[in-house]
């Protein structure tokens, strides 16, 4: 490319809407960040270094306008998971998804009720909360809905990010009261069986778990080091390990203890499974073991052929990962990629694994088993298990082609 058609490239990135500008722009590998330059700056050894200040920035060069989470102005946005590296989603870059918008909740105002079946309903205000002994712990957070858009048979996109796809999903150290320490303090009753637990957001979200899901619970008000962002239900959310995202009550306000599913509308009007067979599944709360690929993936362009290193995320909710394979022939051969550690459970998990792109057309997969032996399904497999229809808990594997251009795009529909 000529330095004209980069400078007029670079002109039209900064007036257009940046969600267009990021998909465009990546006509590079992750290995050549040549175009989007200004003239390079003096030498650094020559002078004086920019001042401290108070709050941190991301290098001007890092081309910001790709850290941005996509749909922006949608009730959802995603994380761009082929940008990032390692297993920690930057906070400004958590996926967001609510039914009504973030609600305006100042902390010394905001109160927990926690009644029902319980011994002494008590109201906590945030002060009461973070007086209790706190625990941190790195959990993954993943909407159940995320990857609609490459389940059905009929429209399988190629020209897709894995953004688009799977960017529902982020990983977070989340710091909390355990939400056992609460239960011990208001005394469960024998007999209760379920919490109902309720948003203070115009949607007023609210959603039933059964308690004995709730074991590694959290009153969540950190992430990553900091107070939870107002996007992520500040000033206290419901975090629950491994469960779909939409248990994960944000700007919490409510837990009643009960003996039985409340049937809210969320949990009516959504988040059910259609079966192969005709019935279908409520609660299926538990998010199964599934992985993908961040890199090589579209829009990426391998420049030559060599040594590439593969590198994805997998995660099961059910407890830790034990195995990621990857497939460098559409599915025929699988071989364990490298996992990095230390490996928590209910988190992403970073894989990585080397292979030599000969320059031909390469479709390339990644398969995640977690501690339960249970094994990421092939497309197929969910077809036959849930049938041609489901909006949730599509954890499939995915594949990307690599074409002898070396462009890479989603290869899943060569599949099936
Ligand atoms: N009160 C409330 N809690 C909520 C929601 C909401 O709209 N309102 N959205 C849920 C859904 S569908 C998901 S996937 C997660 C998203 O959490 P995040 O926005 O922090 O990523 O929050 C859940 N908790
Ligand atoms: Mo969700």
């Known amino acids: 490319m000529d330095s004209s058609s980069k400078l007029s490239r670079r002109a039209w990135i900064t007036t257009a809407s940046g ?43 890092e081309r910001p306008e790709r850290l941005l989470r996509t749909e922006a102005l949608s009730s959802s946005s995603r994380t761009p998971l082929h940008e990032l590296m390692g297993t920690i989603t930057p906070a400004d870059l958590h996926f967001e998804r609510h039914h009504a918008g973030i609600p305006d909740i100042r902390l010394e105002n905001h109160e927990l009720l926690v ?41 399988m996109p190629t020209e897709v990010t894995v953004q688009a796809i799977d960017g529902l999903l982020s990983t977070s150290e989340w710091t909390g009261v355990p939400l056992s320490t609460i239960l011990r303090e208001v005394g469960v009753r024998d007999g209760a069986s379920w919490i109902l637990a309720e948003g203070s957001d115009s949607a007023v979200m609210s959603r039933s778990v059964p308690l004995d899901l709730l ?3 959290l009153l969540a008000f950190g992430q990553n080091g900091e107070m939870i962002r107002p996007e992520q239900g500040y000033p206290l959310r419901l975090f629950i390990p491994g469960l779909e995202g939409n248990t994960n009550v944000k700007w919490l306000r409510r837990i009643e203890v009960t003996d039985q599913p409340t049937h809210t509308r969320d949990e009516t009007s959504r988040y059910t499974d259609p079966l192969g067979d005709g019935t279908a599944r409520q609660f299926s709360l538990v998010m199964d073991a599934k992985s993908v690929i961040t890199f090589p993936s579209y829009p990426y362009v391998l420049p030559e052929e060599g040594w590439w290193e593969i590198r994805g995320l997998a995660w099961s909710g059910r407890g830790r990962i034990t195995r990621v394979d990857v497939s460098t022939d559409g599915g025929r051969n699988w071989t364990p990629a490298e996992l990095q550690g230390p490996i928590f459970p209910q988190s992403t998990v970073r894989f990585r694994h080397l292979f030599e792109w000969n320059g031909r057309d390469t479709l390339i997969l990644s398969r995640a088993t977690d501690e339960t032996g249970y094994v990421q399904p092939s497309v197929q497999q969910l077809w036959e298990a849930r049938g041609p229809q489901t909006s949730y808990h599509q954890n499939h594997q995915r594949a990307w082609r690599i074409a002898r251009t070396g462009e890479v795009t989603f290869g899943l529909g060569e599949l099936v």
């Not at 319980?118 to 007086?131: E, G, N, Q, S």
């Open 19 to 61: 969600v267009v500008a990021a998909g465009l722009i990546r006509t590079q590998t992750d290995a050549i960040r040549l175009d989007a330059q200004e003239a390079p700056p003096p030498d650094p050894t020559k002078v004086p270094g920019r001042l401290v200040s108070p709050v941190g920035q991301r290098a001007p060069t």
């Open 115 to 155: 009644h029902g079946m319980v011994d002494r309903p008590m109201v906590f205000t945030m002060d009461d909360l973070m007086r209790y002994p706190r625990v941190s712990r790195i959990r993954f957070l993943e909407c159940s809905g995320n990857g609609g858009g490459v389940y059905s048979r009929d429209r």
């Open 215 to 217: 074991e590694g619970a």
